[in-house]
């Protein structure tokens, strides 16, 4: 949970800190873990709790800080040396739940000797459940290989597509082109019977004269 900035303490809030940190002294802890638990109930960092602790408060309770440490000190001979050398952490940080993370909980695979009573462990228990975890883990194994295979292969096949729709638009263009090349074709062909039969049907007779001063017709001769 991400804690949002407050420049503004109030007196219930100072009172708040002075008190918490007085109780982690006094007790054993150490003011970082003070800072920490302020923070967390006032939705403030550990960083702004202590800047405000060492730059406004502590000046105001100085003599309670030195009679908690005091206390803290005959606290300490009277448990031992060896307790007094251990501190106990006063405050453990609330930690936040996976939907507060915006997680799912993971799905955790049981199996039969889950439920297995330690009383009633034994050795072929333990064979049996190690074999199982082994097979588990060669199966996820043998899975991320078989995922990385198809996906070389999806590629590979992406890869041909690509090259046999490049070969089918050239091909396509190529048609297209022929097409239009025999159209034209076509037209020049059909184009010059007709030029040929208009010369034919257009074409001026010829006459000779006979021996009697009369014009005659002189029959096309085929070419």
Known sequence: MTKKRQDAWTEEEDLLLAETVLRHVREG???????EEVGDKLNRTSAACGFRWNAVVRQQYEESLQMAKKFRKQRQRALGNKHALRKRPLYTPPVPSL???????????????????????????VIAFLHSLKQSYIGQETALVEN????????????????????????????????????????????????????????APIFKMDRNGNLEKIEKIAE
Not at 29 to 35: D, E, G, R
Not at 104 to 124: A, K, M
Not at 152 to 163: A, C, D, I, T
């Open 29 to 35: 802890s150490t003011q970082l873990n003070a800072f």
């Open 99 to 125: 939907e507060e993370l915006g997680m799912e909980p993971l799905e955790v695979q049981t199996n039969e000797y889950e439920h297995v009573e330690t009383s009633h462990l034994t050795l072929d228990h």
């Open 148 to 203: 990385k295979q198809l996906k070389l292969e999806l590629e590979q096949l992406q890869q041909q597509y690509k090259q046999l729709e490049q070969q089918f638009t050239k091909l396509q263009k190529e048609n297209e082109e022929l097409r239009e090349d025999y159209g034209t074709m076509a037209r020049i062909i059909n184009r010059a019977r007709q030029i040929e039969i208009s010369e034919d049907e257009f074409r």
